[in-house]
């Protein structure tokens, strides 16, 4: 059994990996910023947590994830306005990155996207930029901590069923939300997936054995 907290636990991958991680025996916490959410959190089997991690700082978000054994970060603006963009997916995360460190909590898994990092190739003018520079400085800042880090980057997200199979780095293409949070609990269980950058799609090979590879 581990005890794992879950950042943005209202998003659509997180409440996918609460009821996951609950189903087989591990204890969630699910921290989300509107309290409206909560029953829709606890459903999962989650302890239902409500917080702004934008406004927390570290100290405080140390004390939040203290006493879990890992830290799955899924949390994000959402887009449209670029100064909440930096703030919740590049400062927040960093924030609760040190935060992590701070309270002794090794494991560290980090959602992101496919194609992520400082060569992002998005234009400066187009809507997705902030996102994308935020997530590069996140993403480059748990690498470069002592965290057993990982960090997820699925391609285009749908809301289709979970097949559980994937492919592995081929090129941008799509993959359910039902399928990240399986393989994001699927990471959080295999050593094999610390310190590794994990970029898929849906594809034809079992979750596990392509995590394996």
């Known amino acids: 059994m581990a005890r794992v907290i879950l950042i943005g636990g209202h998003g659509k991958v997180a409440l996918q990996l609460a009821r996951i991680l609950t189903e087989r025996g591990d204890e ?64 927040a995360a960093i924030r609760t990155i040190d935060a992590a460190a701070q309270a002794g909590v090794g494991r560290f898994v980090m959602v992101s996207y496919f194609g992520a990092g400082p060569d992002h190739g998005v234009a400066q003018d187009d809507s997705f930029f902030a996102y994308a520079e935020a997530k590069a400085a996140a993403d480059a800042y748990l690498r470069s901590s002592e965290l057993a880090w990982t960090v997820l980057g699925p391609g285009r997200l749908t809301l289709e069923p979970a097949t559980g199979k994937i492919a592995l780095g081929k090129g941008k293409g799509e993959v359910s939300r039902a399928d990240v949070a399986l393989v994001a609990a699927a990471a959080l269980a295999d050593d094999s997936t610390i310190r590794r950058t994990i970029e898929f799609n849906n594809g034809d090979i079992p979750i596990a054995s392509a995590l394996a590879d």
Do not use: K, Q
């Open 28 to 91: 969630v916490t699910s921290v989300f910023r509107n309290p409206d959410h909560s029953d829709d959190v606890a459903d999962t089997g989650a302890d239902p947590v409500v917080a702004d991690i934008e406004r927390l700082d570290t100290d405080a978000l140390a004390d939040l994830v203290s006493g879990h054994d890992a830290v799955v970060f899924s949390a994000g603006a959402g887009g449209g306005n670029p100064e909440r963009t930096y703030a919740v997916d590049r400062d």
